[in-house]
């Protein structure tokens, strides 16, 4: 029908496709039982069908998701149509003698004639999860016009371009420094990240390589070409590199649930001997939680080899600590949310210097990510960090710059951040920003 549906454009009729997701509902189903979840479930589709007409219908595509088509419809009335469902779901479920509270996400985009069934559907998707994450109930709605249908060509293209095992044309590397917040100028470490070169000369940034690939099932190719380049030109710089103690890459999810990947990751690392010595390899926290026998013995198998870990993104995750006793890291790289707002909000200093206390009792080293300016260096500083990375130390360097720095001190441009990291941070003065007056965010917590 929704085929029909579609073809039914060239003859000008408007259409919208709607995608609604059930919040929270999965604990109905795990506190109550599916035979309660099955009767809201019907109860929710009875009161959305009421509020259909004639060419508007609701089908289920998942455990909780649904997606509604609008024939006839122009994108304006869709909107209102969306916000009264989502209206309409608000009073309680009624089973027996309970009642249940469940609220629903909707992504909701206009249909052009040219647009694949697919395609639609994956756009309204993300829309919906747009929604839930942070639009307050509120329907999400993308337009024909909308930005995110030309970012999804976009997609497309590159996905075309994973049809084989072999990398696309056109990658490369780039590097950010990381500098030591207890000796800046004794040390030469930096983050590896992935780029694309076009035809046109245009760059395209690594999360939409990394999502390209990842749709296609293609990422454990790009994960493998950024090891073997990342080990190979260590390898190759290794004596110019000699205040290098590591060079960290990062590893997707897909790979590291990847069998084959796995084994052929551990194939290279075996090639490159004391190389490998010098790799820190990044995980980010929900991966690591996904599957943590699988994540352990991966990571017992890296660090056989010499290589470090480091778990990325930490803090982002709504789980306890507890299962970091469980997998032996050498550094947490804390969530760059956090960083940016350390002076902003009160209560994000409060968290990075729990996890920088937890890092240094777990005997972890502490990197804050997205460091942009010298008040946050002070800051993170203060509290006892022990790696920046960020715009107020440097943008990501072409490589052949790391061979010619003597520290990740180097390439900061700042004068503000170079006087600090001079005076206060080199001559091994933190101490005395503890003793300093002022707001809030230079309260001494220890």
Known sequence: MFEESIGELAEGNAMALAYLDLDRFKLINDLFGHVAGDEVLKQVCDRI????????????????????????TPIQSAAWICRGIVDRMEPPYLIGERAFQVKGSIGLVEIDKSMRVKDAISVADRACREAKNGNHGNPVVYDRHSPVFREREEELHLIERFGTNAAPEGLFQVMQPIMSLRAPYDSLNFEVLLRMREADGSITP?????????SNGRI????????????EWVSTHYEHLKNTRFVCLNLSGGSLNDEKFIKDAFSILAQYGRT???LCIEITESVALHDLDNTRRFIDGVRSYGAKIALDDFGAGYTSFSYLKELPADALKIDGEFVRGVNAHPANLAIVEAIVELARNLGMKSIAEWAEDCATI???????????QGFAIATPQEPGKMLLAESSASFIEDAGVATFVRNTLAQGRVKDLLDQPGDITRINLH
């Not at 690594?206 to 990842?214: G, L, M, R, T, V």
């Not at 790009?222 to 073997?228: E, M, N, Q, R, S």
Request: glycine letters at 12%.
């Open 220 to 231: 454990a190719v790009i994960d493998k070409w950024v090891l073997i380049n990342t080990l």
């Open 378 to 388: 002070e800051s993170l500083a203060r509290i006892g960090v022990d790696y920046v």
């Open 49 to 72: 069908r009421g509020m259909l007409t004639e060419g508007q219908s609701i089908g289920r595509v998942g455990g909780d998701e649904f997606v509604i088509v609008l024939k006839g």
């Open 276 to 278: 490998v010595e010098r």
């Open 206 to 214: 690594a999360w939409k390589i990394i999502s390209a690939a990842e």
